[in-house]
């Protein structure tokens, strides 16, 4: 991602990588380069996903919830969190492709 929107100042960084009992937590930020230190995981980490992928009033036109991409703008940096089951099916190269594209669409609809 970083040749298509990285820039001599700002670069695409891997953040944290955390695990809580149920789900990985991956976290992208776009933002000054090697400064990404925020981390989503709080205590009751579980409950709190538990509850963005329950929310059936906001995700009332959703067939399948098992992934999470949340985006959010953090401390100067854009983030990007992939919430999934621990399950390695969802952490497979294939799914992580589609993530990628799936991501894209996102930021091209964003008009990024």
């Not at 036109?61 to 854009?78: C, L």
């Not at 497979?92 to 799936?102: C, F, P, Q």
Request: hydrophobic share 35%.
């Amino acid at each position: 991602m970083n040749e298509i929107y990285g820039t001599t100042e700002s670069e695409w960084q891997i953040g944290t990588i955390q695990q809580t009992p149920n789900f990985l937590i991956y976290q992208i930020g776009f933002g000054k380069k090697e400064g990404l230190k925020y981390q989503f995981v709080r205590e009751n980490s579980d409950n709190i996903i538990q509850k963005l992928i329950d929310n059936d009033l906001e995700n009332s036109g959703v067939r399948f919830k098992r992934i999470v991409r949340y985006y959010n703008h953090i401390d100067g940096y854009d983030c990007i969190f992939f919430i999934k089951p621990r399950a390695k099916r969802y952490w497979l190269n294939s799914i992580a492709l589609r993530d990628a594209d799936d991501t894209f669409m996102d930021l091209k609809a964003a008009g990024y």
